[in-house]
């Protein structure tokens, strides 16, 4: 059974840094495509980062790029996302997806399994 176990999250100063972990069992792991969606209070959840199945690349969004850095360790069966000069605005619960339907996850509905959520909050 397919699990997805987020930790990391947490509250950090403005211009400071976090990594986010998700945990992934129960199928195999080099074959899943990854992404990082968050969604603050009163928003829709949105696309953070991707990381494609291993051996591919990844994917950002304009809010987050050059600060958010998605990886894979598959010794680990563990995705990360590096978060740098982290923001206000970045506050939000962050949740990992996976999906083993495609190479790549960017929308919320092309996934299909989420994490627990993880709260990142800001202070500025």
């Known amino acids: 059974q397919v699990q997805l176990v987020e930790s990391g999250g947490g509250l950090v100063q403005a211009g400071g840094s976090l990594r986010l972990s998700c945990a992934v069992s129960?199928?195999?792991?080099?074959?899943?495509?990854m992404g990082w969606f968050r969604q603050a209070p009163g928003k829709e959840r949105e696309f953070v980062a991707a990381?494609?199945?291993?051996?591919?690349?990844?994917y950002y969004a304009d809010s987050v790029k050059g600060r958010f850095t998605p990886s894979r360790d598959n010794a680990k069966n563990t995705v990360y996302l590096q978060m740098n000069s982290l923001q206000y605005e970045d506050t939000a619960v962050y949740y990992c997806?996976?999906?083993?339907?495609?190479?790549?996850?960017?929308?919320?509905?092309?996934?299909?399994?989420w994490g627990q959520g993880t709260q990142v909050t800001v202070s500025s």
């Open positions: 129960g199928r195999t792991f080099s074959s899943v495509a």
């Open positions: 990381i494609a199945r291993s051996g591919g690349g990844t």
């Open positions: 997806a996976a999906t083993w339907a495609r190479s790549v996850v960017a929308m919320a509905s092309e996934v299909d399994y």
